[in-house]
C-alpha cells in the first residue's frame, strides 16, 4: 500500500464488521486482514461479538451455553443488547476516536438475523434496543462471508474438535439454511454498506476478494499507485 493512500486514511477510525454462518471463516479472514492492515501501519483492534469486553464475555458465556434460548428470543435479545452497550462504550468507541480500525466478528447485522427473522422478535423492539445501545453508529463496511450450510457445518465440527456444539451450532440443518438466506437478504437489501462474498473456496482467495472490497471502499488513488494496492 502507498503512503499516500495510508495518509488518507487519518482521523477516526473505519468500523468493519464480519457475518456469516457457523463455520463461514470469519475468525480466519479477520486474522488475515488485521495482518495486511498492520503491514500497512494502520492501526488495528480485533474483536467480537457477543463479547469483546469484560461486561460482555461474561454475557457470551450466557448466550452460548443456552441460557439465552431457554429465557426465549426476546430475553435473549436483552442480553445481546447489554452486551453490545459494554463493547460499544468500552472499547469500540474509545478505538475509532483515536483513529484505529476496528474489525469485529458480529454485530448487529446478527442480532437482526438470529434473533429477528429466525427468533421472530419485532422489528420494533431490535430498533428500539438498537437506538439504546449503538444509536447512530454503524460498520462503514460489513463483509458478509457465504458459504453452504452443510460445509460450513463441517468446518465448524471440526473447529471444535472433541467439544460439545454452542447454542447455535446445535440447532438444525433448516435453521442454518434459513440463516444463509437471512444473511443473504441482508447483502441485497443494503448493497451500499455489504459485500456478500463467496466463501467456499480456499482462504487465500476470499483472502482477495476481502482485500479488493477494503481497496475499492476505502484507498481511493490514481491508476499509477493501484500496484501499491495490488
Given at each position: 500500500?502507498?503512503?499516500?493512500?495510508?495518509k488518507?486514511?487519518?482521523?477516526?477510525?473505519?468500523?468493519?464488521?464480519?457475518?456469516?454462518?457457523?463455520?463461514s471463516?470469519?475468525?480466519?479472514?479477520?486474522?488475515?486482514?488485521?495482518?495486511?492492515?498492520?503491514?500497512?501501519?494502520?492501526?488495528?483492534?480485533?474483536?467480537r461479538?457477543?463479547?469483546?469486553?469484560?461486561?460482555?464475555?461474561?454475557?457470551?458465556?450466557?448466550?452460548?451455553?443456552?441460557?439465552?434460548?431457554l429465557?426465549?428470543?426476546?430475553?435473549e435479545?436483552?442480553?445481546?443488547?447489554?452486551?453490545r452497550?459494554?463493547?460499544?462504550?468500552?472499547?469500540?468507541?474509545?478505538?475509532?476516536?483515536?483513529?484505529?480500525?476496528v474489525?469485529?466478528?458480529?454485530?448487529?447485522?446478527?442480532t437482526?438475523?438470529?434473533?429477528?427473522?429466525?427468533?421472530?422478535?419485532?422489528?420494533?423492539?431490535?430498533?428500539?434496543?438498537?437506538?439504546?445501545?449503538?444509536?447512530?453508529?454503524?460498520?462503514?463496511l460489513?463483509?458478509?462471508?457465504?458459504?453452504?450450510?452443510?460445509?460450513g457445518?463441517k468446518?465448524?465440527?471440526?473447529?471444535?474438535?472433541?467439544?460439545?456444539?454452542?447454542?447455535?451450532?446445535?440447532?438444525?440443518?433448516?435453521f442454518?439454511q434459513?440463516?444463509?438466506?437471512?444473511?443473504?437478504?441482508?447483502?441485497?437489501?443494503?448493497?451500499?454498506r455489504?459485500?456478500?462474498?463467496?466463501?467456499?473456496?480456499?482462504?487465500?482467495?476470499?483472502?482477495?476478494?476481502v482485500?479488493?472490497?477494503?481497496?475499492?471502499?476505502?484507498?481511493?488513488?490514481?491508476?499509477?499507485?493501484?500496484?501499491?494496492?495490488a
Amino acid at each position: 500500500m502507498s503512503e499516500a493512500a495510508v495518509k488518507r486514511t487519518s482521523g477516526r477510525g473505519r468500523f468493519i464488521s464480519f457475518e456469516g454462518g457457523e463455520g463461514s471463516g470469519k475468525s480466519t479472514q479477520i486474522k488475515t486482514l488485521a495482518e495486511r492492515l498492520n503491514a500497512a501501519k494502520l492501526r488495528t483492534l480485533v474483536t467480537r461479538e457477543p463479547g469483546g469486553s469484560p461486561g460482555a464475555e461474561i454475557i457470551r458465556h450466557l448466550v452460548l451455553s443456552g441460557m439465552g434460548k431457554l429465557l426465549g428470543p426476546e430475553a435473549e435479545t436483552l442480553l445481546f443488547a447489554a452486551a453490545r452497550d459494554d463493547h460499544v462504550r468500552t472499547v469500540i468507541e474509545p478505538a475509532l476516536k483515536q483513529g484505529i480500525w476496528v474489525l469485529c466478528d458480529r454485530f448487529s447485522d446478527s442480532t437482526r438475523v438470529y434473533q429477528g427473522r429466525l427468533g421472530q422478535v419485532a422489528p420494533e423492539v431490535l430498533n428500539a434496543m438498537q437506538r439504546v445501545t449503538i444509536g447512530d453508529l454503524r460498520p462503514d463496511l460489513t463483509i458478509i462471508l457465504d458459504v453452504p450450510v452443510e460445509i460450513g457445518m463441517k468446518r465448524a465440527a471440526m473447529r471444535r474438535g472433541t467439544g460439545a456444539p454452542d447454542r447455535f451450532e446445535s440447532e438444525d440443518l433448516k435453521f442454518h439454511q434459513d440463516l444463509r438466506e437471512a444473511y443473504r437478504q441482508v447483502a441485497a437489501e443494503d448493497p451500499q454498506r455489504c459485500v456478500l462474498i463467496d466463501a467456499n473456496a480456499d482462504a487465500a482467495t476470499v483472502a482477495a476478494s476481502v482485500w479488493a472490497a477494503l481497496r475499492d471502499r476505502f484507498f481511493k488513488v490514481d491508476v499509477g499507485s493501484m500496484a501499491n494496492l495490488a
